[in-house]
């Protein structure tokens, strides 16, 4: 992701309990890594080091004090920093630590994860990416930049430096929408931006704003589903999943609808709302389009978004995927809901009438959800498909 704008520069003021984060209960979807390592995003060499070397401690107590739960829970980010990280002595650090402590690993039987041999999975090569290690001091300087303030060089952010200009440009926009002035408050905007990347399922841009959605202290119940966000929030997932795909069908009732009633947004509300959302959703479809692969540490971080029931909600079922995609009875249902006909040409009432009912129809399917767009989205990705393949069929 871009630089998120988190502040880490207030350091070592994590207490001892606290940077051994008590994650021994923890699960990898509740991951603590980023606050665990935060100490080490300065500047300063010296406390850069100090910090360093309380880490390491830390993880090497764990072998003997507490089943090294703490390595179990934070060994993904220490391979990435191992490897992706641009500063050399942390870098070389975790690198050495892996090393040393490998024997205790396999005793332990802790498998260590295997980087990805590529930022994005359409190219492949280490000529293709710029190394963490550059020596072009303009590159240096970004991603530099980008482990300070988000504590990784990120995969997208390895890609966008093929164009520094480009990158800074675009990071500074981000960075303006995200952390400039605003009616709207810093988690409610990473929330906003969760909901548009959400809508077009890119996990990959999502679980980094869940990452920083919980840095800013969101509220980490509403990572579990829409229902658990204040109703205003929930008001906005009609808009969101037409802003998604039919913004066509958008009118000013919908407007009417969130500028009106109990807790209504204002308009300055709404304009910064859908400025996140067009910028939340130009950063999925570039990880998208690029084939971006997680970070190593995000790989085993259980995205903590409604994802795991989406096929369930969507089908009414928990069959297999045979079973809930049957492709002729999809078929047959998309011939019946477009009321498709070979024998005649309908009317212009009759075309009125159908797409007036079209559009109620998934308007009402949206609100009655009240879930995350996941669902609707799975859905109208189907139903294109569903429609292309008809008319190759027919041709």
Not at 121 to 147: C, E, H, R
Request: proline share 5%.
């Amino acid at each position: 992701m871009f630089d998120g704008g988190y502040d880490f520069s207030n350091l070592l003021k994590t207490s001892d309990a606290t940077t051994r984060g008590d994650n021994s209960g923890l699960s990898t979807k509740d991951d603590m890594s980023p606050t665990f390592f935060r100490c080490l995003l300065t500047e300063d060499e010296r406390q850069q080091r100090i910090a360093l070397d309380h880490i390491l401690q830390l993880l090497e107590e764990s072998f003997y004090f507490d089943n090294c739960e703490l390595v179990r829970t934070h060994l993904p980010r220490i391979v990435m920093l191992s490897t992706e990280c641009p500063v050399a002595l942390l870098r070389n650090a975790f690198s050495d630590f892996l090393v040393k402590f490998r024997p205790d690993l396999d005793a332990n039987n802790i498998v260590i994860p295997q980087q990805a041999a590529s930022p994005s999975t359409f190219f492949s090569g280490p000529d293709l990416f710029v190394p963490v290690d550059t020596s072009d001091p303009t590159v240096k300087s970004i991603f530099l930049s980008s482990f300070l303030t988000t504590g990784r060089v990120s995969h997208l952010t390895r890609i966008l430096a093929w164009h520094p200009t480009y990158y800074s440009n675009s990071n500074q926009t981000w960075q303006y929408i995200m952390n400039g002035n605003g009616p709207l408050l810093t988690p409610l905007r990473i929330y906003v931006a969760i909901l548009a990347a959400s809508s077009w399922n890119s996990s990959y841009v999502v679980q980094h704003l869940e990452t920083e959605f919980l840095l800013h202290q969101g509220d980490p119940s509403w990572l579990q589903g829409i229902q658990n966000a204040p109703q205003k929030i929930q008001n906005l997932m009609e808009i969101n999943a037409l802003l998604a795909h039919q913004p066509w069908l958008i009118n000013e009732n919908h407007i009417e609808k969130l500028v009106k009633g109990e807790d209504p947004w204002t308009i300055s509300e709404l304009v910064h709302l859908f400025t996140i959302v067009a910028a939340a959703r130009g950063l999925a479809s570039f990880a998208s389009s690029m084939g971006i692969v997680p970070e190593i540490d995000q790989q085993y971080i259980q995205s903590t978004s409604p994802q795991p029931d989406q096929e369930s909600t969507a089908t009414g079922s928990t069959g297999s995927t045979e079973e809930m995609f049957d492709l002729s009875k999809l078929v047959e249902q998309l011939r019946e809901d477009h009321s498709f006909s070979e024998d005649r040409e309908m009317s212009e009432k009759e075309k009125f009438a159908h797409f007036s009912a079209a559009e109620t129809a998934e308007s009402n399917s949206v609100t009655d959800d009240q879930t995350f767009v996941f669902v609707f989205s799975l859905r109208f990705v189907l139903v294109q498909l569903l429609i292309f393949l008809e008319s190759v069929i027919n041709s």
